[in-house]
T-cell receptor
Framework: TQLLEQSPQFLSIQEGENLTVYCNSS?????LQWYRQEPGEGPVLLVT?????EVKKLKRLTFQFGDARKDSSLHITAAQPGDTGLYLC?????????????FGTGTRLTIIP | EAGVAQSPRYKIIEKRQSVAFWCNPI?????LYWYQQILGQGPKLLIQ????????DSQLPKDRFSAERLKGVDSTLKIQPAKLEDSAVYLC?????????????????FGPGTRLTVT
């Protein structure tokens, strides 16, 4: 069973601060996705990283895939109240396997105005 | 492009009753998933369909849960009889299927979910 652990589980910071959340596993993934989920809604895909060491930027959000494709991080610069939500990472099984995503445990982020 | 539709959005039932959820995926998406999300946790896959065939139902409690995807489009998930621990949000998602498997096949588009409360 592939497990993805996210840390921290909860994070509450002031508007304008920077933060990093982590997604770690002992398994190798062919790709890794980050989703954000707001209350009462389904998760929304933010980004997919595929190559070990890959860095992708989405405005103030920076995503990195670990060199060994076992872990990932999400860094938010100058956090805004609109960044509040549950952040989920999800790893995709190897290409030769089933197209199955394993979701992480989630990081609940609260940005205080 | 219309998103994934789910209904109802909320449902409250008593334990031992039955309930059904409906999902309409994004047009043209061959793969459909049902997830259970307990409050504060990540989604847990219940069942995955490829067109109208089941690909993975290893985590579906088959003694009480059932799902079908007739004609490879809409899907229904049923719980009978419900237990207190079934209280959760039930999410439906779909993903595209291109000619060759690539990482885009794993990108999932979620509906808003159905919040089930079992009392």
């Amino acid at each position: 069973t592939q497990l993805l652990e996210q840390s921290p589980q909860f994070l509450s910071i002031q508007e304008g601060e920077n933060l990093t959340v982590y997604c770690n596993s002992s398994s190798v993934f062919s790709s890794l996705q980050w989703y954000r989920q707001e209350p009462g809604e389904g998760p929304v895909l933010l980004v997919t990283v595929v190559t070990g060491g890959e860095v992708k930027k989405l405005k103030r959000l920076t995503f990195q895939f670990g060199d060994a494709r076992k872990d990932s991080s999400l860094h938010i610069t100058a956090a805004q109240p609109g960044d509040t939500g549950l952040y989920l990472c999800a790893g995709a099984a190897p290409k030769w396997g089933n197209e199955k995503l394993t979701f992480g445990t989630g990081t609940r982020l609260t940005i205080i105005p | 492009e219309a998103g994934v539709a789910q209904s109802p959005r909320y449902k409250i039932i008593e334990k031992r009753q039955s309930v059904a959820f409906w999902c309409n995926p994004i047009s043209g998406h061959a793969t459909l998933y049902w997830y259970q999300q307990i409050l504060g946790q990540g989604p847990k896959l219940l069942i995955q369909f490829q067109n109208n065939g089941v690909v993975d139902d290893s985590q579906l409690p088959k003694d009480r849960f059932s799902a079908e995807r007739l004609k490879g489009v809409d899907s229904t998930l049923k719980i009978q009889p419900a237990k207190l621990e079934d209280s959760a949000v039930y999410l439906c998602a779909s993903s595209p299927r291109r000619g060759e498997v690539d990482f885009h096949d794993y990108e999932q588009y979620f509906g808003p979910g159905t919040r089930l409360t079992v009392t």
